[in-house]
């Protein structure tokens, strides 16, 4: 499956496997159960985040993994979110330090 990852005006296409949707599950419970216990986004403390707040976190995530360099992680990130929000192509990478301003196009 493709996702387009789009951080400030450039894209990086991210193919991940199909097989690694199912296989990254107990990766993506760990996530969630991080997630489970509240989490700040920029300036605000979301006690309970939604799919859609998971995956923008997620996705600030995947930010710092492109500044490493760490490609597994951004599969492993990338597969998170198409599980999450099936149907998503494109996720437009906030890189003005406010995550809630990340967004996910089908």
């Known amino acids: 499956m493709l996702l387009n990852i789009n951080i400030e005006d450039r894209n990086y ?14 990766f993506f419970n760990t996530v969630d159960s991080d997630m489970d216990k509240g989490w700040q986004m920029s300036r ?4 309970n985040p939604d799919v859609e ?3 923008q976190i997620v996705a600030d995530k995947i930010l710092g993994a492109f500044e490493l360099g760490n490609k597994k992680l951004i599969f492993l990130l990338s597969a998170y979110i198409l599980a999450k929000q099936p149907g998503v192509k494109t996720v437009y990478v906030s890189t003005n330090g406010e995550m809630q301003e990340t967004v ?3």
């Not at 605000?44 to 006690?47: A, G, M």
């Open 13 to 26: 296409p991210v193919n991940v496997p199909d097989e690694m949707l199912s296989e990254a599950a107990e």
């Open 44 to 47: 605000s403390w979301v006690d």
């Open 53 to 55: 707040q998971r995956c």
């Open 104 to 106: 996910f196009e089908s």
